[in-house]
């Protein structure tokens, strides 16, 4: 499929099939999640695959505070980023310009992840609600580590939605700060 298709595949499912995916499949993810791009090529990330049955129950638990993510619990796989030290040069580069690149490049391989799976037929979703210590605890995570997102992954159970987003127009502008009103 070429990039367009795929990025009008990929979407936050919240629904998937009673079917186990393969750690291979997971591989794949995590490899392009591996070669995304980040600042100074710290590569600020370590992936946490939870496919035990126990585990990422107790993980999808952690997520569905005050009703939120009750669907996690149904996804074969859960992810847990773990956000890892920048090197030096992205941690001066991060103060000097008060911009939190680790943040920043997380989001880059993630979605990296994402799309490779959308690719696979596998679906996705990118939770950042849940309860962090608790998945910290459950997962043998240090202290002094923040794990930001979780993603729940696993082949989806519902046809690709049609997408609503804003016109381009009321997203874009040349050479100027133009915002639609």
């Not at 959308?118 to 608790?134: K, R, S, V």
């Amino acid at each position: 499929m070429d990039f367009s298709e795929l990025v009008r595949k990929r979407q936050s499912d919240r629904r998937y099939e009673e079917r186990a995916v393969p750690r291979e499949l997971i591989m794949r993810c995590i490899e392009a999640a591996r070669l995304a791009p980040s600042a100074c090529n710290s590569q600020p990330w370590h992936f946490v695959a939870v496919d035990d049955p126990q585990l990422k129950t107790r993980l999808a638990r952690a997520a569905e505070g005050l009703g939120m993510n009750r669907f996690a619990a149904e996804a074969p796989v859960i992810v847990a980023v773990v956000l890892e030290r920048m090197n030096v040069t992205a941690r001066i580069g991060s103060m000097l310009k008060r911009k939190d690149y680790s943040l920043l490049d997380v989001g880059i391989a993630v979605e990296h992840f994402c799309l490779q799976a959308a690719e696979l037929g596998l679906g996705t979703c990118i939770l950042g609600w849940f309860d962090e210590p608790q998945a910290a605890r459950l997962l043998g995570v240090p202290r002094g580590r923040r794990i930001p997102l979780l993603v729940t992954v696993g082949y989806p159970a519902a046809a690709t939605r049609e997408k609503v987003r804003k016109p381009i127009a009321e997203i874009s502008s040349w050479n100027a700060y133009r915002p639609k009103e």
